[in-house]
Nanobody, 115 residues
Framework: QVQLVESGGGLVQAGGSLRLSCAAS????????MGWYRQAPGKQRELVAA???????NYADSVKGRFTISRDNAKNTVYLQMNSLKPEDTAVYYC?????????WGKGTLVTVSS
């Protein structure tokens, strides 16, 4: 089992920045990809950014150039630096970790961007 705990959400004005953190614990030895998804009210959950154990990253088109995902393997933590935030970035952000046969999710952290 893997436990994921997110932190760093909150309220920010448009154009501002936030940094999300996700700390993993438990059976983390076989985690390959970690990432962030988000779900806005009335919408489906969507991938925001992901990072593989080797460092390869993948971003949604809507956040490219504004968000940066990073990973500290020594701390078992993944980060999402969000800059130039827009009201449409408002959502609950979920941390995700993938093992070969299991997927794990955090409980989510709310990000609200005011206009």
């Amino acid at each position: 089992q893997v436990q994921l705990v997110e932190s760093g959400g909150g309220l920010v004005q448009a154009g501002g920045s936030l940094r999300l953190s996700c700390a993993a614990s438990g059976s983390i030895f076989s985690i390959n990809t970690m990432g962030w998804y988000r779900q806005a009210p009335g919408k489906q959950r969507e991938l925001v950014a992901a990072i593989a154990s080797g460092g390869r990253t993948n971003y949604a088109d809507s956040v490219k150039g504004r968000f940066t995902i990073s990973r500290d393997n020594a701390k078992n933590t993944v980060y999402l630096q969000m800059n130039s935030l827009k009201p449409e970035d408002t959502a609950v952000y979920y941390c995700h970790a993938a093992q070969p046969i299991m997927n794990y999710w955090g409980k989510g952290t709310l990000v609200t961007v005011s206009s």
